[in-house]
C-alpha cells in the first residue's frame, strides 16, 4: 500500500509542478516534455526487462546447476549461525540463505549482473515460505533493505567516469575509500532500523562476530587497495571482478560433474526461469520509470534543490555541497538518471572539484531503491511492501548524510 501511494504522489506533484510552470512561467513545452519522457520510459521498462532475459537465463542457468551440486546448500550451512541470529524465519539450512549469500558476495564486489539474478532466486526461496503471497514477509524485508543499502566494495564504473570524461580527473580512485566509508555506514543503519522494527537482538556473539570480522576483513583489504596507483588498482579490480564469476561457474560445474548431474540438462531446466521472470516484472519496471519520467521531467529537483540552498543559508550552514544534490536525490530513482547526474557535475564543476567528487561518493555508495522494489518484489508478485521503501529512503538518507561529512572530511 506505501508503494502505491508514493507512486500516486509522484504523479500528483509532477503535475501540479508542470502546471504551475505552463500558468504562471509560460512553459509551453512542459506538458510535452513529461509526454515524450512518460512514452520513452515506458519503453525503457520493456526494453530493460528484455535484456534482463539472457543475463537471468545464463545465471539461472548455473545456480540450477550449483543447486544440485550442493553448492547452495553449502553456503546455507557456511553462514546460518549468523544468518539464523538474522532471518529468524528460515529454516535451517533453507537453499534461501545460500541463495542470499550469493548476492551479498555479487553486490559486494560490484557484480551488478550477478547480483540481480541470485537475488531474485533468492526472492523465490524466501516466498516459498511466506504465508501471505501478497504481503512482504519479514525475511524478505531484511534480505531487500541489505541490498538495497548498496554494500559495494569496489565502484568500479565510477572510477572510470572520473577517469573519462574531459578533463579526466587526476585521480580517479581518490573517492574509493570515502565510498567504502559511506556505503559501509548505509548498510549498518539499514542492518540496525530493519532489526529494531524486526525486534531482533543485534548485540549477540554471533553477530557480533561475524559483523567484526567482516569489517576487519573489509579494511585489509581498503588498505592494501589504497596502496596501489591508479592502473594497479583497476586491473586489480577487474581482474577481481571477472574472476569471481568465472570462479563460481567453475566451481559449479565441478560440483556438478562430482555429483554426477546432468550439466546440460541442468542448465537448460534453470535457464528456463529467465524469461519467465524477465516478463513477471515488465508491468511493475514500466510503472515506477514512468512516475519518475514525471517527476524528473516536470522539474521537481531543481525546485528542491534550491530549497534546500535557502534552508541551508538561512541555518548559517555552508552550501558548497547543494550543487551535488541532484545526484542523491536522483540515486534511489534511476541509476542512469543519477549517473547522468554525477556526469553533469563532472563536466560543469570538474571531475576534481568538490561537487565532481560528492557526487561520485554519491553514486558509488547506494542502490536504486524503487528500481529495487519494482525488479525484486515484481518478480515475486508482492504487492504490499510494508515499510521496505520507509526504510530503504532513511539508509539512503544515511549514507547521503554520511557522504557530506566524508566529502568536506577528504576534499573540502
Partial sequence: MVLSYIWMAFFLLAFAIAFIRWAFYADAAIFQALIDGIFKAANDGFDISLKLVGIMALFLGFMKIGERAGAISFLSRLVAPF????FPELPKNHPATGHMMMNFSANLLGLDNAATPFGIKAMESLQELNPDKNTASNAQLMFLILHASGLTLIPVSVMAMRASVT?????????????????????MAALFIVSFRQKIRLFQPVILAWIGGLSAVIAALVWYLTTLDQSSLERFSSTLSSGIILLIFLAFLLGGWRKKVNLFEAFVDGAKGGFEIAVRIIPYLIAMLVAISVLRNSGVFDYITDGFRTLFAWM???TDFVEALPTAFMKPLSGAGARGMMVDAMNTYGADSFIGRLSSIFQGTSDTTFYVVAVYFGAVSI???????????????????TAIGVGYLFFH
Wanted: glycine share 4%.
Fill in 316 to 318: 548559517g550552514l555552508n
Fill in 83 to 86: 544468518f539464523s541470529k538474522l
Fill in 167 to 187: 578533463p579526466a580527473a587526476a585521480n580517479p580512485t581518490d573517492i574509493f575509500v570515502p565510498c567504502m566509508i559511506v556505503t559501509f555506514s548505509a548498510t
Fill in 383 to 401: 504487492r504490499n511492501t510494508r515499510y521496505a521503501i520507509p526504510v530503504m529512503l532513511l539508509a539512503d538518507l544515511a549514507g547521503v548524510i
